[in-house]
């Protein structure tokens, strides 16, 4: 599985603010925000274009868009706050949503929303969700864009567990992980260490 660590000064500056106990919710949301665009601008950075003709104030021009806008799809809770700014960088983009909450005891995967299209053939696909941990929520999510025929699936994360990013490789699915950062591990409740605690809390408040 390919796997893009972008590592760029921006990037762990927000990620730092991220980490920070300090940091608030409304702190947190700007620096999740922030470095959604960062990532989603490396996640396109290979994106097939097409080309397209305009009109500059001065004469004919040819230019280019992107030749297929991925389908965004952001994993609630934590996901909705790279939604709005992976949006903007793509206007184009269609959005659909997976809703998952990891049951505290067993760190299992408890779905409780699906609002995607029938068919996704074709389509490339960014999962929006910023933690990868055990991996369950993203294989469960994967595995609901493999069953719609997704071929091009890309997991956009803010910070992965190596156990994370072993579960995905493991699952032979077609997907490649763009991420901020890979922690340490995961400790004895399946938290990521360092990490920044719960990022769905983080953003929201808790539960
Ligand atoms: C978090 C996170 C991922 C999941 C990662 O969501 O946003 O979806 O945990 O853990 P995993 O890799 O072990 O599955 P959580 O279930 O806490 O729900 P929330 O987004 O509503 O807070
Ligand atoms: N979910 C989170 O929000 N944080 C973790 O560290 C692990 C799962």
Do not use: W
Not at 9 to 27: F, Q, V, Y
Not at 63 to 74: F, H, I, Q
Request: net charge negative.
């Amino acid at each position: 599985m390919d796997c893009l660590i972008v590592d760029h000064p921006l990037a762990a500056a927000r990620l730092t603010t991220m980490r920070d106990e300090k940091t608030g919710n409304a702190g947190f949301r700007a620096a999740l925000s922030d470095l959604t665009q960062m990532l989603i601008y490396e996640a396109l950075a290979d994106a097939p274009s097409v080309e397209v003709t305009i009109n500059t104030p001065m004469r004919a021009h040819t230019g280019s868009r992107l030749a297929t806008p991925p389908l965004l799809v952001p994993v609630l809770r934590a996901g909705l706050g790279m939604v709005e700014q992976a949006h903007a960088m793509v206007p184009e983009a269609h959005v659909g949503f997976v809703g998952i909450a990891r049951d505290e005891e067993t760190a299992q995967p408890v779905p409780y929303l699906e609002s995607l299209p029938e068919d996704l053939s074709g389509l490339p696909v960014f999962v929006l969700d910023p933690m990868l941990a055990t991996g369950g929520s993203m294989l469960h999510t994967i595995e609901l864009l493999v069953a719609r025929n997704a071929t091009d699936i890309t997991a956009v994360c803010v910070v992965a567990a190596p156990e994370g990013v072993a579960a995905l490789e493991k699952s032979g699915h077609p997907c490649r992980l763009v991420v901020a950062a890979v922690d340490e591990g995961l400790d004895e409740v399946n938290y990521i260490v360092p990490g920044l605690g719960d990022a769905g809390d983080r953003q929201f408040g808790p539960r």
